[in-house]
Every structure is written in structure tokens, then in C-alpha cells.
């Protein structure tokens, strides 16, 4: 009988065992869960602030364009503001004459 007590004891003393690291793996699942649930929720949110700089960018990016194309537009003197008055009558009187062309 002694040999069966000492073989209960030793397998009470496993379950014990068995149990408090199933306790504790729990607890670190518990924790590991959190921590993802958390890191899911600051994913998301970068994922918007990206999103959100990418439409920054294009935004600025066309307006960069728009303020390059008005500076080389915009005559920097009365000679080059002449010449450009001039370049849009002859285009404009180009485009008349094509009209007219189209309408005969």
C-alpha cells in the first residue's frame, strides 16, 4: 500500500503542477490578448494618419505644381508682359481662323 501512496502522492503532486503552469499560461495568454488588442487599435490609427498625410501630400504637391506653373506664367517685366499679350492675340487669332475653317 505504501507503494500506491507514494504513487498518489507523486501524481497529485504532478497535477499540482500541471495545474499552476495552466494557470499561468493563461494569465500570460490573457496578457498577450490585451497587448494584441492594443497594438490592433494603434495599427489602425497609423494606418488613418498615413492615409490622411498621403492626401497632405498630393494636396501640397498640386499646389506646389500650381505655384511653379502661375511663377514661369507671370511676366517678370513690361517686355516679357508685351510679349506674352502678343503670343495670346496670335494664338487667339490662330484659333479664330481655325474655327472659321471649320465653319465653311
Known sequence: MDDYQVKLND???????LVAR??????EHTVLENKSKSLEEQNKSLKEQLQG?????ESLANELKLTKLSKAIVPKSDEERTELKRKINEFIKEIDRCVAMLND
Open 22 to 27: 495552466y494557470n499561468e499560461l493563461k494569465h
Open 53 to 57: 498625410n498621403k492626401i497632405k501630400t
Open 11 to 17: 501524481i497529485s503532486r504532478k497535477v499540482g503542477i
